[in-house]
């Protein structure tokens, strides 16, 4: 099944419980969470988290850009995340490997996200304990940037890892996703497609998940 992630980094903020209404059609509520640091912008935390768990029964993706996840991971379930990935790059691995046993630990579902400048291999060590593999087809910082097309090898790659290991883990990709490049990006094997400014760019957000679900 295909699955939409609509991004809120591209939401209104003065209206975002009418924003998270808009967008009702869609599987999963994307939370960008960055701190400045992992990537140079600072987005939002686990306060405004709590306002968005508060207003919706929709699953939460939270993207933590932010280094060392581990020292967050347990706010942020707290706060009402569903899905929690962490960078590859956030850490050393084996710091890594406990932020996804601390998601795990809080019931959780644990992602793995990896940078377009991070091989499809830095997911091996990991695959068995992940829910999710988020494949970046930006540099993570910003909304709003054109799509990656030769990160597809990589979706491609991690696609084939999943399914000769026979995980139950989906393939998320995030970045310039509009219904053109989600074609792409579901041919190459991802399912779960984040969008941004495509959602919430469009007049009927409804029509625009359904056409990027495809
Ligand atoms: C980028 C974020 C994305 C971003 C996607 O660092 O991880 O989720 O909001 O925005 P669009 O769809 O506009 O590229
Ligand atoms: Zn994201």
Known sequence: MIKVAPSILSADFLRLGEDIASISAADYIHYDVMDGVFVPNISFGMSILKAVRSCTDMVIDAHLMITRPLRYVKEFAKAGADIITVHAEADTPDNIAAAIAAIKAEGKKAGLSVKPGTPASAAAPYIADLDLILVMTVEPGFGGQSFMA?????????????????????????????????????????????????????????????????
Do not use: H, W
Request: hydrophobic content about 45%.
């Open 150 to 214: 030769d990160m597809m090898d990589k979706v491609r790659q991690i696609r084939a890892m999943i399914d000769a290991g026979g995980y139950d883990c989906e393939l998320e990709v995030d970045g310039g996703i509009n219904p053109d490049t989600a074609r792409v990006c579901v041919e190459a094997g991802a399912n779960v497609l984040v969008a941004g400014s495509s959602v919430f760019g469009a007049a009927d957000r409804a029509q625009r998940i359904a056409q990027i679900r495809g």
